[in-house]
């Protein structure tokens, strides 16, 4: 009897999985990969030429013409920029000053957050309304006042001066309640149902779920935060109290062989953001695209 023979196709006999069949590259792809990369050389060239002016010598790269490359490199710069010039004390004070304001900022709006999303009380709406009006107000308009608060207590050049006024924020607290709106309200039905109190039931359930724009908010409150200049410039006027910001106007522009140092330290003080960027960046992406696809 004649048996018939089967072409079946097999996987390689040394176990490896089949290869993926390879994607054609388009012309569209090369044109949209070329943009890209022109616009990332775009982006990227001020920090190179900030790199460049840090590293070297003022007087040297302004005879030869401020060129493209760096020329007599000094690679201490950035020792002497946080030695020198005192900015280790600035970027700590900052530091404190900055974690104290996102915990405490990162607290009141997730409290305030949760009740404007889930509890009903007489005056909700009105102030909600009142909480957002307050982001159309830029800080000089309260910083005359609030400055003679602060000397009225007696908090000129301390921590409770540098951060005091920024322990709330409207901002943080629209954004993190638009988190809590997506959660259904089922849930808070249900864990009821369950015992959950509401301090249960926002630390078990509604944080959790809203994780993304949580660590966008505090990567954005960290920003600010850091960033301080206005606040911290006129609610000290000694040089142990100056935040990092405004040590670094005057680093490095007493004198024009110096000038590098300024930029060393320009660079020095963007590393804890670019740090807390890349630790923070799938929390940003998620935070930011949260609710922007319905399914």
Do not use: C
Not at 82 to 92: C, N, Q, S, V, Y
């Amino acid at each position: 009897m004649a048996t018939e023979s089967i072409d079946v196709t097999t996987a390689p006999s040394d176990g490896a999985p089949p290869a993926a069949p390879r994607r054609r590259i388009r012309p569209a792809d090369v044109g949209w990969y070329l943009l890209l990369t022109a616009l990332s050389l775009i982006v990227l060239f001020p920090i190179y030429m900030l790199v460049l002016r840090a590293l070297s010598n003022p007087l040297a790269y302004v005879a030869q013409g401020q060129p493209l490359h760096p020329v007599d490199i000094e690679w201490d710069v950035f020792a002497k920029a946080f030695t020198e010039a005192d900015l280790g004390r600035a970027m700590g004070l900052s530091l404190v000053v900055t974690v104290i304001i996102v915990a405490v900022q990162l607290f009141t709006a997730v409290l305030a957050a949760y009740a404007f999303a889930f509890l009903e009380f007489p005056g909700k709406k009105l102030m909600f309304i009142i909480i957002i009006g307050t982001l159309l107000l830029p800080i000089e308009v309260t910083l005359i006042a609030n400055i003679e608060t602060i000397r009225g207590l007696d908090w000129l050049n301390s921590l409770q001066g540098l951060t005091v006024p920024f322990l709330s924020t409207a901002f943080g607290i629209f954004l993190i309640r638009q988190g809590f709106m997506g959660v259904p309200r089922d849930l808070l039905d249900a864990s009821q149902l369950d015992g959950y109190s509401h301090f249960r039931f926002l630390f078990r359930v509604a944080a959790p779920m809203t994780k993304p724009i949580i660590g966008s908010f505090v990567v954005i409150a960290f920003l600010g935060a850091w960033n301080q200049y206005v606040w911290p410039r006129f609610a000290t006027d000694q040089r142990k109290w100056q935040t990092v910001q405004v040590a670094l106007r005057s680093i490095g522009s007493d004198r024009v062989d110096r000038l590098n140092i300024g930029f060393a330290a320009a660079i020095l003080a963007a590393l804890p953001l670019l740090a807390l960027l890349i630790f923070f960046q799938r929390q940003m992406i998620r935070g930011l695209t949260a609710g922007a696809v319905k399914g």
